[in-house]
């Protein structure tokens, strides 16, 4: 669900988080980071997965605030703080709203089975000898989860089941590396 820090990543510093800034000011110099370049930045391309594009399309709408199709400077650096630092919690409130596709503001069966798809997908490109049962690994969420059994999880109950339950977490966290990618940048610094 939320990215949380791993031990092993490295710490991004206030520093390069500033270089970072620069970049988009000089990449973006209307102000404005539009679809297109953000999955650029982010490696989506022709040869990307349908549902690479699809996750991307919805991380980008996620930090677009405002919904006016682009991503100006302060929902940029909001983005980057919630992303590079953020706490917990509001990774967790950030990744629902990523996952609630339609935005009535709950999960129901057809938006967890895309997203744990999605992330089952991203994983086993990395691991492709795993194998999973979208089904069941969907249902098993939903019975650890859904508290009410309304078939449906608010964002207090996919909280609650994030940082109660590790396979629950596990399950729903993709990891886009944002602190990998973000020294990648770096790297590519001119």
């Not at 909001?78 to 596709?101: C, M, N, P, Q, T």
């Not at 109950?157 to 602190?179: R, S, T």
Request: a negative charge.
């Amino acid at each position: 669900m939320g990215q949380t820090q791993s031990e092993g990543e490295t710490e991004v510093t206030l520093q390069n988080i500033q270089e970072l800034y620069r970049k988009f000011a000089s990449e973006c110099p209307s102000g404005n980071l539009h679809l297109h370049e953000f999955k650029r930045i982010f490696g989506i391309n022709s040869s990307s997965t349908e549902e690479e594009v699809a996750y991307m399309e919805n991380v980008f709408r996620s930090f677009d605030t405002n919904r006016d199709g682009h991503i100006d400077f302060m929902e940029y650096v909001a983005a980057l703080h919630l992303v590079l630092r953020g706490k917990l919690e509001d990774k967790l409130r950030w990744s629902f709203k990523v996952y609630d596709r339609d935005g009535n503001g709950c999960l129901d069966k057809q938006e967890v089975k895309h997203i744990v798809t999605i992330i089952s997908k991203l994983k086993r490109q990395s691991n492709p000898g795993d194998t999973v049962n979208i089904e069941e690994i969907c249902e098993r969420i939903f019975e650890l989860v859904d508290k009410n059994h309304d078939s449906r999880i608010s964002l207090e109950e996919f909280i609650e089941g994030a940082e109660k339950d590790p396979w629950v977490m596990e399950q729903l966290k993709l990891d886009i590396g944002p602190c990998g990618w973000f020294m990648e940048q770096q790297e590519k610094k001119p």
